[in-house]
T-cell receptor
Framework: DAGVIQSPRHEVTEMGQEVTLRCKPI?????LFWYRQTMMRGLELLIY????????DSGMPEDRFSAKMPNASFSTLKIQPSEPRDSAVYFC??????????????????FGAGSRLTVL | AQRVTQPEKLLSVFKGAPVELKCNYS??????LFWYVQYSRQRLQLLLR??SRESIKGFTADLNKGETSFHLKKPFAQEEDSAMYYC???????????FGSGTRLQVQP
């Protein structure tokens, strides 16, 4: 397995442009997470999906951010319009959980390599 | 609310010195604690978790519920240990992990 795959690895864009980040989770994993990493705030959870359904999007900064998971093997995080303060590394992670509630030890996340976003 | 605190942004030690990366958490339920590591130009990866009670690359961490801590320790630091270390908290009611702000460990020769 190639692990969690993210694209693009690097994106430089101008303020006001739309940005779309993509993620392919590990096959068989049914939970997917989007995190944002900055120097000031470390790793922040933006949103996570379980079985393609958004469960918790309380970390999404504002309406400019949206995320979708149309199927088990693909998710997108979109920023529209982008602003300089959105510059960060965006990580996607996935995990496998069985049943309605996660069991102890099931919270092991596998991360992608990240997408480094720079908004000028 | 869940919270993870890593008080040190940077920890610099010499090779062979002991290392302790501090992590405190706030959570009312039964926590699961993890340490993740990010080496330069590599992705974030799991280092160890308290439920396994294992030693990885010479690192250990003990969950102290009384002090709500999960400090990461290694008796003799190596240069290849230089990396960013994140403490993370999970619970059985929420699949996502809450991460601390991270501590950068620099091991000097």
């Amino acid at each position: 397995d190639a692990g969690v795959i993210q694209s693009p690895r690097h994106e430089v864009t101008e303020m006001g442009q739309e940005v779309t980040l993509r993620c392919k989770p590990i096959s068989g994993h049914n939970s997917l997470f989007w995190y944002r990493q900055t120097m000031m705030r470390g790793l922040e959870l933006l949103i996570y999906f379980n079985n393609n359904v958004p469960i918790d999007d309380s970390g999404m900064p504002e309406d400019r951010f949206s995320a979708k998971m149309p199927n088990a093997s693909f998710s997108t995080l979109k920023i529209q319009p982008s602003e300089p303060r959105d510059s960060a590394v965006y990580f996607c992670a996935s995990s496998r959980n069985r049943g309605l509630r996660p069991t102890p030890g099931a919270n092991v996340l596998t991360f992608g390599a990240g997408s480094r976003l720079t908004v000028l | 609310a869940q919270r993870v605190t890593q008080p040190e942004k940077l920890l610099s030690v010499f090779k062979g010195a002991p290392v302790e990366l501090k992590c405190n958490y706030s959570y009312s339920g039964s926590p699961e604690l993890f340490w993740y590591v990010q080496y330069s130009r590599q992705r974030l990866q799991l280092l160890l978790r308290h439920i396994s009670r294992e030693s990885i690359k010479g690192f250990t961490a003990d969950l102290n519920k009384g002090e709500t801590s999960f400090h990461l320790k290694k008796p003799f630091a190596q240069e290849e240990d230089s990396a960013m270390y994140y403490c993370a908290l999970g619970d059985t009611g929420r699949r996502a992990l809450t991460f601390g702000s991270g501590t950068r460990l620099q091991v000097q020769p």
